[in-house]
């Protein structure tokens, strides 16, 4: 029942800049984190950026300085400011969230493609 909607993805120059948003929606009780991760073709799944209900957030030394993740809490909603765009940024972003009540919980969307041109 519940869903994780992405949007904001698309093609862009290297130096651009795109805005990723998730939203949640569904019978969820309370989210400890949400996050975004991504995977380019070849490559494992690695994480973006995290933060916390409490607005602990975590990112990736590769996007640090160029990526900010936001979150609006009454709306379980998560955003992703990317600026500074580089071609290996190309990937499939995901949206993750995570929570442990009434016990752990996982869910991730399906993913928007972020292209980056050189």
């Known amino acids: 029942q519940v869903q994780l909607v992405e949007s904001g993805g698309g093609l862009v120059q290297a130096g651009g800049s795109l805005r990723l948003s998730c939203a949640a929606s569904?019978?969820?009780?309370?989210?400890?984190?949400m996050g975004w991760y991504r995977q380019a073709p070849g490559k494992q799944r690695e994480l973006v950026a995290t933060?916390?209900?409490?607005?602990?957030?975590n990112y990736a030394d590769s996007v640090k300085g160029r990526f900010t993740i936001s979150r609006d809490n009454a709306k379980n909603a998560a955003y992703l400011q990317m600026n500074s765009l580089k071609p290996e940024d190309t990937a499939v972003y995901y949206c993750n969230i995570r929570g442990e009540v009434p016990y752990g919980w996982n869910y991730w969307g399906q993913g928007t493609q972020v292209t980056v041109s050189s």
């Open positions: 933060m916390t209900t409490g607005g602990t957030t």
């Open positions: 569904g019978r969820i009780f309370s989210i400890n984190a």
